[in-house]
T-cell receptor
C-alpha cells in the first residue's frame, strides 16, 4: 500500500500548456511538500502545506499554484508551461514529530517541449 | 541563508572499496538526515543524527555528525553494487522547512 502516491509518473507537454500533478498520502500526516529536482539532481523545496494551510512558498513563479483540498492531498497546477519547467517533481509528507523523516512519492517527470 | 554542500559530487568505485561522502554547512543544524535515492524513486531516509559528535552505524554504513553540528560524513565499508544511488544530506532550517544538499552520485562497479 503506497504511502505517498503521485500521478502521473510521466508528463510530456508543449510550451504554453497548463498541467496538473496530483499527490495523495495515506500516512495521516499534517504536512505535505512539493520539491523540484533539476537535471543536476538538486532537490529544491517549492511549497509546504500544513493541514491545508500554505506554510512555505519559496521563490517560485506564480504560474505554479498548489492546492490542498484536504490534508491528505496536495496538488500542483502549472500554467503556461516553459521549457525550464522540465524536471522531476516530488511530493512528500511529514508526520510533524521532531526528527521524523520526509516520506516521498516516486516523482513526476515533466518534459516540456 | 542556510545551505548544505556535499562532496564529492560524483564517485565511481570498484566493489569492495571503502568511501566517504561529506556534507558541510556554515550554519549549525539541530539535526541532519541522510537519504538515498535510487533511479525513478523518491529519496528514502537512511539515518538522522542529532548530537554533536554522534556516530551511528547501519550495517556497512557509518554516519558521523560533527562536534559543532555543521557537518556530517557517511562512510561505506566494502561497497557493493546495491549501494549505487544518490546520497543526499538534509537539514531543517526553520519550522517544517527541510533543505537538501546537492547530493553525491555513487556508482559501485562489480
Amino acid at each position: 500500500d503506497t504511502a505517498v502516491s503521485q500521478t502521473p509518473k510521466y508528463l510530456v507537454t508543449q510550451m504554453g500548456n497548463d498541467k496538473s500533478i496530483k499527490c495523495e498520502q495515506n500516512l495521516g500526516h499534517d504536512t505535505m511538500y512539493w520539491y523540484k529536482q533539476d537535471s543536476k539532481k538538486f532537490l529544491k523545496i517549492m511549497f509546504s502545506y500544513n493541514n491545508k494551510e500554505l506554510i512555505i512558498n519559496e521563490t517560485v513563479p506564480n504560474r505554479f499554484s498548489p492546492k490542498s483540498p484536504d490534508k491528505a492531498h496536495l496538488n500542483l497546477h502549472i500554467n503556461s508551461l516553459e521549457l525550464g519547467d522540465s524536471a522531476v517533481y516530488f511530493c512528500a509528507s511529514w508526520g510533524g514529530i521532531n526528527l521524523s523523516p520526509l516520506h516521498f512519492g516516486n516523482g513526476t517527470r515533466l518534459t516540456v517541449t | 541563508t542556510q545551505l548544505l554542500e556535499q562532496s564529492p559530487q560524483f564517485l565511481s568505485i570498484q566493489e569492495g572499496e571503502n568511501l566517504t561522502v561529506y556534507c558541510n554547512s556554515s550554519s549549525v543544524f539541530s539535526s541532519l538526515q541522510w537519504y538515498r535515492q535510487e533511479p525513478g524513486e523518491g529519496p528514502v531516509l537512511l539515518v538522522t543524527v542529532v548530537t554533536g559528535g554522534e556516530v551511528k552505524k547501519l550495517k556497512r554504513l557509518t554516519f558521523q555528525f560533527g562536534d559543532a553540528r555543521k557537518d556530517s560524513s557517511l562512510h561505506i565499508t566494502a561497497a557493493q553494487p546495491g549501494d549505487t544511488g544518490l546520497y543526499l544530506c538534509a537539514g531543517e532550517t526553520s519550522y517544517d522547512k527541510v533543505i537538501f544538499g546537492p547530493g553525491t552520485s555513487l556508482s559501485v562497479i562489480p
